[in-house]
Structure formats: C-alpha cells, structure tokens
C-alpha cells in the first residue's frame, strides 16, 4: 500500500552534481529499510545505497565519496545526493523500501551524465 514518487533526475556533465528524492505516500516510519538502485541499459539492477530509519547508511564500493544518501521523516522522503558523476553512473534510479508486509518500488527517475 505504500507508493514511492522518484524525481530530480536530468542532464548533467561529468564532474557534476544531482539530488534525486523519493517521496513516500505514508509516513516513513516503519519503512525501516530504504534503497536506492539503478539499471543501465542492458545491464541488471544494482545497488546504490540504503538508509536505515536509525540513520545508518551504507554505499556501493561504485559510489563511496561522491554519493551520500539521507532521509527527511518530515517530509516522507528518501535523497540522494551525487557529486563528481561520471558517464557510468548514467541509469534509471530507483527507489526501494520495505516494512514487515512487503517489498515496494518507484517507477525510476533517468540520470544521464553526459558532454
């Protein structure tokens, strides 16, 4: 019963910046996992980084030091900040959550990092 809305992707040049957020239908609370995933064409799904509701973080080996992850509970909503992009992080950007019933996901914001 839980939507999630991805937005902020674009256009933007190697070495730049984005913030993309996934915002959340209810309350976040008891989301106690959220994710962030992207897929680039005709490759799998991977794993960007998480946010845990006690504010832990973690990251994909791909992303530490340029990508920081956080949440809003206010706001019912998810972030992710990128900085230093490069063309390989050009993907579809999904958000994920999951609570004790199930497993959901947004419909994906497109990041294209790109001269």
């Known amino acids: 019963q839980v939507q999630l809305v991805e937005s902020g992707g674009g256009l933007v040049q190697p070495g730049g910046s984005l913030s993309l957020s996934c915002a959340a239908s209810?309350?976040?609370?008891?989301?106690?996992?959220m994710d962030w995933y992207r897929q680039a064409p005709g490759k799998e799904r991977e794993f960007v980084a998480r946010t845990v509701s006690d504010g832990r973080t973690t990251y994909a080996d791909s992303v530490k030091g340029r990508f920081t992850a956080s949440r809003d509970n206010a706001k019912n909503t998810m972030y992710l900040q990128m900085s230093s992009l490069k063309a390989e992080d050009t993907a579809v950007y999904y958000c994920?959550?999951?609570?004790?019933?199930?497993?959901?996901w947004g419909q994906g914001t497109q990041v294209t990092v790109s001269s």
């Open positions: 994920e959550a999951s609570d004790i019933y199930n497993t959901y």
């Open positions: 209810t309350s976040i609370f008891g989301l106690n996992i």
